[in-house]
């Protein structure tokens, strides 16, 4: 079902807002509050239809509203104080008042009929699978210049590629923690096909000499062997942003050319105003992607770096709040001083730069420590609407889930983000979390199982050993769970039930205190 209204087309079907040939990117739950509002603009929607309809009935705070309702407004062009499309009616509701136009030859369906057909579609619509797309893995690009420096720089241009690749829904691209673990390493196209899942791998390399660059891309067929595509690009450094944005164009038409005539792809963001500040975030992100103490430490003095040069600079202010929250979660800081820093990195970030995942990803992870569940799951939802292939923002959604009770979404959501990336740094806490899920929906073995694998794969990981702890626990297992109280205090000597309950952002009581007897049980005090 398509919606015409001021130069706009709602597809309920595609799931698009459109203005002209501009695809608008707009947020999953932003988008069914804007469909259901033209849905039911025969009369004013309240608060309470909206939660129970775009929210599940789900308790949603009058912030998480209101920003949804501005976010809704923005995508179409409209504003709290115009109200040209959608008005508030005071003290009642929301009404969308727009006027619908009917494509040559039909008529506008009135609302009844429209909310009758999306019923009876509205599972067709929700087909689409992973395994219906082609699997794109991007190789970190070889720095052929003298000056290892400029490994960064070559980094980089990895990593903005991968990000430009992943807007389009149509393509699957491994993640970038993934497909980094072959840097410096001669490996076949096939090999890296059958071990990450890709069915067609990028190669490239980059030589920067003063102010001029050259980068070189092929595009590999893994069942062939043969080279798809390959293109070389002599450029000015300052001109290394439209040259990724030619890169992505190529390979998508290389691929799909039919999709790509359709689509007519163009990378929409905001670059830095500085590629300084830009190679600034490059050497941070590898930094984050090592997820040790240090490391973020590290990620995060680059990244003030950063800021100072460029101060609009999105990915950067989105970044470090994720760093910081990241070390807050792990113990590493305190969460009430660093806190307050993250959440104005992010709201700055989202501010200066909302088509940055990065910035709606730094968002959630502070609105998870806040406790703000509702507020945290529509930011994932935003950076995985922005970028599909975005592994960290889907495994930090699972978390959040599993922190909210909704223990088997938490287990699927887990899963696409162990898809996205089946060789990722972060791999030991997305089994962490699998672990919390499990606990949660109360399957003990299965928690023991995975935070055991967790353990394998990082051993000072404090989260896995707390999981284990509890679940040994809770299901009678004396023996286990008295070693795994021994090893949870070696990886996390502060350990008490007191710091479980503090800092441990779980949002059902009946949930916490299930939590909590695990412990106990165990021998915790």
Same mark, same amino acid.
């Given at each position: ?50 939660? &129970? ?13 209101? @920003? ?12 709290? /104080? ?43 619509? /929700?087909? &689409? @699978? ?83 660059? /050259? ?149 959630? @992870?502070? *609105? ?96 896995? *050993? ?5 679940? &040994? ?40 205190? *299930? ?11």
């Amino acid at each position: 079902m398509q919606f015409h209204f001021d130069r706009h087309v709602l597809d309920t079907d595609t799931r698009e807002l459109r203005r002209g040939a501009e695809r608008i990117a707009v947020e999953p739950q932003v988008l069914d509050l804007l469909v259901y509002l033209v849905e039911n603009r025969d009369r004013v929607v309240s608060k309470d239809d909206l939660i &129970a309809s775009v929210w599940g009935g789900r308790i949603v705070s009058d912030a998480a509203l209101t @920003s949804r309702i501005y976010a809704a407004r923005k995508a179409v062009g409209d504003t709290g /104080r115009d109200q040209k499309l959608i008005r508030t009616v005071a003290r009642k509701g929301l009404r969308f008042v727009g006027t619908l136009e009917a494509p040559a030859g039909e008529a506008v369906p009135p609302p009844a009929v429209v909310a009758s057909l999306e019923e009876a579609m509205g599972e067709a619509r /929700r087909a &689409a @699978s992973i395994r219906d797309r082609p699997v794109i893995a991007v190789l970190p690009f070889t720095n052929m210049s003298d000056d290892p420096e400029q490994e960064y720089f070559s980094d980089g241009i990895c990593e903005d590629l991968i990000t430009g690749l992943s807007k389009l829904r149509w393509f699957f691209v491994i993640a970038r923690n993934s497909s980094f673990i072959y840097k410096g390493r001669s490996v076949h196209v096939k090999q890296v096909g059958e071990e990450l899942g890709a069915g067609y791998v990028v190669e490239g390399s980059v030589r920067k000499s003063g102010e001029r660059v /050259r980068i070189t891309v092929q595009l590999n067929d893994v069942d062939s062997g043969s080279h798809v595509w390959a293109e070389r690009y002599d450029r000015d450094t300052a001109d290394v942003f439209a040259v990724q944005d030619e890169i992505t164009e190529a390979i998508v038409a290389a691929i799909e050319p039919q999709l790509y005539a359709a689509e007519n792809f163009r990378a929409r963001r905001k670059p830095p105003s500085s590629l300084d500040a830009w190679e600034l975030v490059m050497r941070a992100l590898a930094h984050h992607g090592q997820v040790s103490r240090r490391d973020q430490e590290i990620a995060q003095e680059l990244l003030h770096q950063a800021i100072a040069i460029d101060p609009d600079y999105g990915q950067a202010l989105g970044l470090l709040s994720a760093s910081l929250t990241f070390g807050a979660h792990n113990g590493w800081a305190e969460a009430a001083d660093v806190l307050p820093l993250a959440e104005r990195a992010a709201l700055s970030a989202v501010r200066l730069d909302g088509e940055d995942p990065w910035a709606h990803h730094g968002l959630g @992870s502070v *609105h998870v420590l806040q406790r703000r569940f509702d507020d945290a799951l529509a930011e994932f939802e935003m950076a995985l609407h922005l970028n599909p292939s975005f592994s960290q923002a889907q495994s930090y959604y699972a978390t959040a889930l599993a922190f909210c009770g909704r223990w088997r979404e938490a287990v699927e959501a887990m899963d696409r983000a162990l898809r996205l990336s089946p060789r990722d740094p972060f791999l030991a806490f997305n089994y962490g979390a699998v672990a919390l899920a499990h606990y949660i929906g109360c399957n003990y073995e299965e928690a023991i199982r995975t935070a055991q694998t967790a353990i394998r794969l990082r051993p000072d990981y404090a989260g896995a *050993h707390r999981i284990l702890v509890a679940a &040994a626990g809770i299901s009678g297992q004396d023996e286990l769970a008295a070693s795994a109280l021994q090893e949870l205090r070696r990886a996390q000597p502060n350990i008490s039930l007191a710091w479980v309950g503090t800092y441990i952002p779980i949002k059902n009581d009946t949930d916490r205190i *299930h939590y909590l007897e695990g412990f106990r049980r165990a021998g915790l005090e």
